[in-house]
């Protein structure tokens, strides 16, 4: 009997990232020459695969939809890259440092006026 894996045998049965602080927008990225990983340190195919990706910077949530896993799988396999050294996180941009929505909306009203 073959098919897809359960994201349950993917994350080894954790449902839950190590790191709470894992946001859908933190953005990934693999680091060049990650530290030599400890004895314990297994990495499966989807660990490898996210390595693979995020060469640039990726959000967690575009991980998840190029490797076609749920969200919370992703977390958790981004989770164990970052514990591991393996990854660079950036945390989302606080809500407060973000544009207002009516001055983008003006800016592409400007925008569109140009045409």
């Keep these: 009997m073959s ?14 990232p190590t790191r709470s602080d894992l946001a859908i927008e933190s953005l990934v990225h693999a680091l060049p020459e990650p530290p030599e990983l400890p004895e314990h340190a297994l990495l499966n195919r989807e660990h490898r695969r996210i390595l693979g990706i995020c060469r640039s910077l ?7 939809a ?4 749920p ?5 958790v396999l981004v989770g164990d890259l970052w514990d591991l ?6 945390p989302p941009v606080p809500q407060a440092e973000r544009l207002p929505t009516t ?7 400007g925008l569109r006026q140009l045409r």
């Design 103 to 109: 001055l983008l909306e003006e800016v592409l009203v």
């Design 3 to 16: 098919g897809p894996v359960r994201p349950y045998v993917i994350t080894g049965g954790r449902s839950r």
């Design 71 to 75: 969200l919370g799988v992703v977390k």
């Design 85 to 90: 050294g393996a990854v660079q996180v950036l």
């Design 58 to 64: 990726l959000s967690v949530a575009e991980v998840a």
């Design 66 to 69: 190029h490797l076609g896993l």
